[in-house]
């Protein structure tokens, strides 16, 4: 059974940045596309950025240019660069495996972000 903690998370004013971790115990991610999704209050979960196991990277259109998302096998880790924080950035922060549209193991606690404008 995987299991996936994410730190890094705060509150932060408009324009910051903040760099968010996703550590995987259980299985090793280097075979698998890894992703981090955010759900805001009242909103459904959303992938906003995903990289392959060969690096390749996507992200949705409302974080393009502002986040990067970057691995690291050897650790096991997955992050999250955000730049240019917006106030609609609030959310809380999961990551996962995204396999054909569904996440391959159960969530983590996330990790809470709050930009203030």
């Known amino acids: 059974q995987v299991q996936l903690v994410e730190s890094g998370g705060g509150l932060v004013q408009a324009g910051g940045s903040l760099r968010l971790s996703c550590a995987a115990s259980g299985s090793m991610i280097r075979f698998y596309r890894m992703g981090w999704y955010r759900q805001a209050p009242g909103k459904q979960r959303e992938l906003v950025a995903a990289i392959t196991s060969g690096g390749i990277t996507n992200y949705a259109d409302s974080v393009k240019g502002r986040f990067t998302i970057s691995r690291d096998n050897a650790k096991n880790t997955v992050y999250l660069q955000m730049n240019s924080l917006k106030p609609e950035d609030t959310a809380v922060y999961y990551c996962?495996?995204?396999?054909?549209?569904?996440?391959?193991?159960?969530w983590g606690q996330g990790t809470q972000v709050t930009v203030s404008s």
């Open positions: 996962n495996a995204p396999w054909l549209g569904v996440p391959s193991w159960a």
